[in-house]
């Protein structure tokens, strides 16, 4: 989760890069199409990039075993107008990386 909060923040192609697997699939919602592949994975996290400080972010590992990370999150956004959303993530990883990543989050009504 360090990891991912870094890449967050840092935008870093290389650190972002350094999440996934090569053949890595990222859902950004569990009912579209994933992003395929370490490199499309990064271009399409650059393409929805936040600025560095614009978010804070917490979390809580609900279970982890088998490789199979189980994670829920509270983001909030600090811009005009602000937002807060919960997530949770299933990550499937290999060696410190995901090779499948599925989230899903919600907006918190205002």
Do not use: C, H
Request: proline letters at 7%.
């Amino acid at each position: 989760m360090q990891k991912y909060r870094k890449a967050w923040e840092s935008n870093d192609p290389k650190d972002i890069a350094a999440l996934w697997t090569a053949d890595a699939a990222w859902y950004r919602r569990p009912d579209e199409p994933p992003v395929v592949g370490q490199e499309a994975i990064v271009e399409a996290w650059l393409d929805l990039a936040d600025a560095p400080g614009e978010t804070t972010f917490e979390y809580e590992v609900l279970g982890f075993g088998d490789g199979v990370a189980f994670v829920r999150g509270w983001t909030t956004y600090l811009t005009n107008p602000p937002g807060e959303f919960s997530n949770l993530w299933v990550i499937r990883l290999e060696k410190e990386r995901a090779y499948e990543f599925v989230e899903w989050w919600m907006e918190k009504p205002r």
